[in-house]
């Protein structure tokens, strides 16, 4: 049998052939999509999509007029968006919900 041949030094994939993936801004800003796909979510009880679309349209938005708009803290938008445990209380969604549906 016959010896294959390997090469001694394994070539590095190229960093070119991988992109970081930007969501699409404008599906992320656009309400009535977004509203359905929370609503969708909470209808099949998909926690995990819900929390996710979430986060994804509060980062596409600005902060501070998100605040202004829901009566919220900047820092409580930012802890909701940053933090890995994602256990917001019923006012906070219900003020984020109406301005998102409104």
């Not at 090469?7 to 992109?19: G, P, V």
């Not at 986060?55 to 501070?64: D, E, G, P, V, Y």
């Not at 202004?68 to 906070?92: A, M, Q, V």
């Amino acid at each position: 049998m016959a010896k294959v041949k390997i090469l001694k030094k394994q070539k590095l994939s190229s960093l070119s052939t991988l992109r970081k993936h930007e969501p699409d801004t404008k599906l992320l800003r656009d309400k009535k999509l977004i509203v359905a796909v929370l609503i969708e979510a909470l209808l099949q009880n998909d926690l995990d999509t819900f929390r996710d679309v979430l986060i994804a349209h509060l980062r596409s938005l600005s902060k501070t007029e998100l605040a202004k708009k829901t009566g919220l803290g900047r820092r409580t938008i930012y802890d909701l968006i940053e933090n890995k445990k994602f256990d917001p209380r019923l006012s906070t969604l219900s003020s984020l919900l109406s301005k998102i549906a409104a």
